[in-house]
């Protein structure tokens, strides 16, 4: 069975670092491609960027390019997502998804909430 | 680039209902394109890729068409599991996602 499993919530406050994580199993992890998707508060989905762990190609929105870092460690088949300064306005839902053979993103993570505040 | 545009925003459906839901792409999209259910508090769920192919597993009540610029979702008989958001989404060759606002199906 296809799982993308995420880390837990986090509180941050501004200025602070984070790498949220995304490990997935029942799938050969090095040959499908893992999106990020932002959920802010009462809004809709917003893919943030894309990887492929076979070789760590990455492709990121424009909105988000320098904002986040998107990475892997195919040795236990984790993808992260992290941020180096937060800000308030990082609020929000975190998915992962796989990126299945039809490209559409088959498989969801359960989502990890990340609240930045002071 | 693409913008994805959906109608309506919301709307107020009976269970047994038969609902439709717009998606219109800035230009030609070729059939890229899938529908995502959002139930409160949970994950998307993929339901339909390639314009009209069902994912596995997807309730046949649900189907998708259209082609060129224009697409639809429609679900013919509403179930009380189907009160949800519902997303569009276009993906590009080069691997760019991009939603469309989302339609909210909430009970009449």
């Known amino acids: 069975e296809v799982q993308l499993v995420q880390s837990g919530a986090e509180v941050k406050k501004p200025g602070e670092s984070l790498k949220i994580s995304c490990k997935g199993s029942?799938?050969?992890?090095?040959?499908?491609?893992i999106a990020w998707v932002r959920q802010m508060p009462g809004k809709g989905l917003e893919w943030m960027g894309t990887?492929?762990?076979?070789?760590?190609?990455?492709r990121y929105c424009p909105s988000f390019q320098g904002q986040v870092t998107i990475s892997v460690d195919n040795s236990i088949s984790t993808a992260y997502l992290q941020w180096s300064s937060l800000k308030a306005s990082d609020t929000a839902m975190y998915y992962c998804?796989?990126?299945?053979?039809?490209?559409?993103?088959?498989?969801w993570g359960q989502g990890t909430l990340v609240t930045v505040s002071s | 680039d693409i913008q994805m545009t959906q109608s309506p925003s919301s709307l107020s459906a009976s269970v047994g209902d038969r609902v439709t839901i717009t998606c219109r792409a800035s230009?030609?999209?070729?059939?890229?394109l899938a529908w995502y259910q959002q139930q409160p508090g949970k994950a998307p769920r993929l339901l339909v890729y390639?314009?009209?192919s069902l994912q596995s597993g997807v309730p046949s009540r649900f189907s998708g068409s259209g082609s060129g610029t224009d697409y639809t979702l429609t679900i013919s008989s509403l179930q009380p599991e189907d009160f949800a958001t519902y997303y569009c989404?276009?993906?590009?060759?080069?691997?760019?996602?991009?939603f469309g606002p989302g339609t909210k199906v909430d009970i009449k």
């Open positions: 998804a796989r990126q299945g053979g039809s490209g559409t993103l088959d498989y």
């Open positions: 029942g799938y050969r992890f090095t040959a499908y491609w």
């Open positions: 990887i492929y762990p076979g070789d760590s190609d990455t």
């Open positions: 230009q030609g999209i070729s059939n890229s």
């Open positions: 390639g314009a009209s």
């Open positions: 989404q276009h993906y590009s060759g080069t691997l760019i996602f991009t």
